[in-house]
C-alpha cells in the first residue's frame, strides 16, 4: 500500500476540522456532480467513492438516492476511522474498505455493475500514469450508462496563475477560519501533505477520458485549481 502524509492522523485531521468545510464553491461543486449525476443517470443504485475521506461525497449521495448503497475506499486508515464514525447512520448501506486505489479497484466490484463512481480530492496523489491507469479500471467498473464524476485539485495553466490560486485560496482560508492571514499562508506553504500533490490540467485529463472511451467527457465546474470534470460509459 501506498506511504504518504495522509497516513498521518495529524495531517487529516487538520484537513477535515480546517480545509474541507472551507473550501471555495465546496457547496457549488456537489451541486454541480448532482446535477450532472441527475442528468445522465436513473437513481443510481451502486456508487463507490474512491478516496472517501470521512465520507462527504457518499453522504451527500446516499442522501439523495435512498435505494443506493455505496462502497467507500480510502488508503489513510485515520481517513477510514473518521468515515466509519461520520458514517455510523448509513452502515447498513455502505462498506468502508481501508484499501488502495493506486494499483487496482477490481478486486472492490465487479466489471459493469457500478452505476456511479465519485472521486474528491484524492486521484491527484498519482502519478499521471497512474492516473489514466485508474481511469481506464472506472470505466471498466461502470455500468452502460454509469458516470464519473471527480472533484480534484488541478494544475495552473502557468506559474503565475498558480501563484493567484494560492493567494485567494489563503485569502478565503483565512476567511472562514477567522484567524490570521499570515499565519494561515505560513501553515499553507508548509503543510507536509503538499509533496503527495501531483497535480495535471484539467483539459488534459479530459482527454484522457475521451481516449478511453467516456462519453459527454468535460470540465463541468472549475474555480481555479478546483474542478469538477468526469464522463459517462
Known amino acids: 500500500m501506498a506511504t504518504t502524509n495522509w497516513q498521518r492522523e ?23 456532480m448532482l446535477q450532472v449525476i441527475d442528468h445522465f443517470t436513473d437513481n443510481p443504485t451502486k456508487i463507490m467513492d474512491l478516496g472517501c475521506g470521512n465520507g462527504f461525497l457518499a453522504e451527500i449521495l446516499l442522501k439523495r438516492y435512498p435505494e443506493a448503497s455505496a462502497i467507500l475506499l480510502d488508503h489513510s486508515l485515520p481517513m477510514v476511522e473518521a468515515a466509519r464514525e461520520h458514517m455510523s447512520v448509513y452502515e447498513e448501506r455502505c462498506e468502508i474498505i481501508h484499501g488502495d486505489f493506486s494499483h487496482s479497484i477490481q478486486d472492490y466490484a465487479e466489471p ?45 495553466v502557468t506559474p503565475e496563475m498558480e501563484k493567484l490560486h494560492d493567494e485567494l485560496f489563503i485569502d478565503h482560508l483565512a476567511t472562514y477560519t477567522n484567524r490570521n492571514r499570515a499565519e494561515v499562508a505560513k501553515e499553507y506553504f508548509n503543510r507536509p501533505d503538499k509533496e503527495d500533490n501531483i497535480l495535471e490540467k484539467v483539459e488534459v485529463q479530459v482527454e484522457w477520458l475521451k481516449e478511453i472511451g467516456f462519453h459527454h467527457a468535460d470540465c463541468y465546474f472549475k474555480w481555479m485549481e478546483l474542478a469538477v470534470f468526469g464522463g459517462v460509459k
Request: glycine content about 8%; overall charge positive.
Open 10 to 32: 495529524d495531517v487529516t485531521q487538520h484537513y477535515l476540522e480546517k480545509v474541507r468545510g472551507g473550501i471555495p464553491f465546496g457547496a457549488e461543486q456537489a451541486k454541480m
Open 112 to 156: 459493469n455493475s457500478v452505476n456511479c463512481i465519485v472521486s474528491g480530492f484524492a486521484i491527484h496523489h498519482l502519478p499521471h500514469d497512474r492516473k489514466k491507469k485508474l481511469y481506464q479500471s472506472i470505466h471498466n467498473l461502470l455500468s452502460e450508462g454509469g458516470i464519473f464524476i471527480n472533484i480534484e485539485h488541478v494544475a495552473s
